[in-house]
């Protein structure tokens, strides 16, 4: 479950790039980009320093610092929403457990499954990372969220939400 929610966390603006650009008030939907990529650059230095921490204080601490984390992230997130750079850091702090997340699946099967199950055991705890990048992406094409701007107008933050409420709940 854990890494499935890690996968929503990461995936979560990509769909809505161009929503968030006006909400936010960017200068371009790279910006929001920039909140999966950073998933990518923390996980090659940060993988090494979980696995270690993982090696020494067992897999059950390791597992516990990336859920505190990710529950850490998401909660910055949550509570500065209306704020990018609140968002960003958040994220940053979720790219951090993902390191100690996405390593799991392997080290379980290795030690809870036999030899001829733990392929299959591995591929599950794989498989709950994608199916929380499927639920990011998936939740928010259900919304069908389009931004409409008339020519020659200005969208504000509230329009934008507000257009983002509405087509939540049509």
């Known amino acids: 479950i854990l890494t499935c929610i890690n996968g ?6 990509s769909p809505i790039a161009n929503l968030l650009t006006t909400y936010w008030s960017l200068s371009s939907s790279s910006c929001i980009d920039e909140l999966s990529s ?31 984390l990710n529950a850490i992230g998401a909660t910055i997130r949550y509570v500065y929403v209306a704020d990018y750079t609140g968002v960003y ?3 940053v702090v979720c ?3 993902q390191t100690f997340i996405l390593s799991v699946p392997p080290l ?3 030690v809870w499954f036999g030899k001829h ?18 639920f ?35």
């Open 8 to 13: 929503w966390i990461w995936i979560t603006w």
């Open 38 to 68: 950073i998933y990518l650059y923390m996980y090659i230095p940060f993988s090494f320093v979980a696995m270690h921490l993982s090696n020494i204080l067992k897999l059950r601490y390791g597992l516990l610092i990336g859920a505190i």
């Open 89 to 91: 850091v958040g994220t």
């Open 95 to 97: 790219s951090v457990a």
């Open 108 to 110: 379980i099967s290795s």
């Open 117 to 134: 199950e733990r392929g299959m055991a591995t591929s599950i705890g794989v498989v709950g990372n994608k199916l929380g990048v499927a």
């Open 136 to 170: 990011g992406l998936g939740g928010t094409f259900l919304m069908s969220l389009t931004t409409t701007v008339q020519e020659g107008q200005q969208q504000t933050k509230e329009d934008a939400r507000d257009e983002a409420t509405k087509s939540f709940f049509k």
